[in-house]
């Protein structure tokens, strides 16, 4: 599927893992992962995303969204702006997805395995969005841009100069990313104010 986007009402992110208490050990120094520490560690990822999507924003969630059921994880949708856009990772329950979507039209726009997005305005950027980190992608030679997941930490490493490529992971980029912005960051940006 490939789909026109406002960069500047367009976010991507990816492994919240709502619900998984295993995920608290790269978040807590302390290690707790008790309920008490799961709520906090949900309400500290849900305060930062409503800090930095706009209500009406299209968020790219890049796999991993939640490790619950669809009441759980549906608890969760409501009380994040936006609408989610979902690509699946390994964690995600496609019939999960599938029912939260027919349930929740208003706030889930899609659930897909592969999604492409190019801008809609003068601007030009092409990004190329999977839960797992691709050797080869559409467009690359072009200067689309790969988005993934998957990797929760840094350390992993790309053969050199292979092309533009941003980690969304949670627990890498800390927080939703404009697309704007990682337009702007990867030189990947050609039109008005860019190239
Ligand atoms: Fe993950």
């Not at 789909?3 to 302390?30: A, C, M, P, Q």
């Not at 309400?43 to 930095?52: A, E, G, L, Y």
Request: charged share 25%; hydrophobic share 35%.
């Amino acid at each position: 599927m490939s789909l026109k986007i406002n960069l500047d009402n367009t976010w991507v992110t990816s492994d919240h893992h709502f619900w998984h208490r295993g995920i608290l050990r790269y978040r807590r120094e302390d290690q707790a992962l008790d309920d008490a520490a799961l709520a906090e560690s949900h309400d500290q990822v849900i305060r930062t995303w409503n800090q930095t999507i706009s209500e009406d924003g299209l968020v790219l969630v890049l796999g991993d969204f939640s490790m619950a059921g669809l009441n759980r994880t549906e608890e969760v949708l409501h009380r994040l702006n936006g609408s989610l856009a979902f690509v699946r990772g390994n964690h995600d329950n496609a019939k999960t997805l599938r029912r939260l979507k027919d349930r929740n039209p208003e706030k889930v726009h899609s659930v897909q395995d592969y999604l492409e997005v190019k801008s809609d305005g003068m601007d030009t950027f092409w990004g190329v969005c999977s839960h797992y980190p691709m050797l080869d992608w559409n467009g690359r030679i072009y200067g689309s841009v790969m988005l993934h997941g998957h990797w929760h930490s840094a350390h992993h490493s790309y053969p050199e100069g292979i092309g533009r490529i941003v980690n969304v992971n949670w627990d890498v980029a800390k927080e939703p990313l404009l697309l704007r912005s990682v337009a702007y960051s990867m030189g990947a940006i050609r039109g008005e104010g860019g190239e």
